[in-house]
């Protein structure tokens, strides 16, 4: 039998959620239409504001590079990352980090 509020039931003796169970039931919110809207508008301007960032020679270098990463982030999408984790012993964890193809086709 299980005992406990309704919250510890959904979990199994380590913590962990049951098969089946979700610990978000309702799912992520919706965004309300109008702000989606509303921010929308506001796209040409914020092209423009990285666009003038991106050429002002006189902006800082940290502050061009970041304007440039945005960019390439929205054509291209952001950067493939694998990361793989071994167990290779008790004591020993070994993290290989691989990159990738950072744009390609």
Do not use: H
């Not at 309702?26 to 796209?43: F, N, Q, S, W």
Request: aromatic residues 4%; glycine residues 8%.
């Amino acid at each position: 039998m299980v005992t406990g509020n309704k919250q510890e039931r959904k979990r199994d003796k380590n913590g962990r959620f049951l098969k089946g169970v979700s610990g978000n039931p309702r799912g992520r919110p919706k965004t309300d239409e109008e702000i989606k809207e509303a921010l929308r508008d506001l796209v040409p301007q914020s092209i423009e504001v990285l666009r003038s960032i991106i050429l002002n020679e006189e902006a800082l270098d940290k502050d061009r590079l970041r304007a440039i990463e945005i960019v390439f982030e929205r054509v291209y999408g952001k950067p493939f990352q694998q990361v793989a984790v071994d167990e290779t012993s008790d004591r020993e964890i070994r993290v290989t980090i691989d990159g990738g193809d950072q744009y390609g086709d």
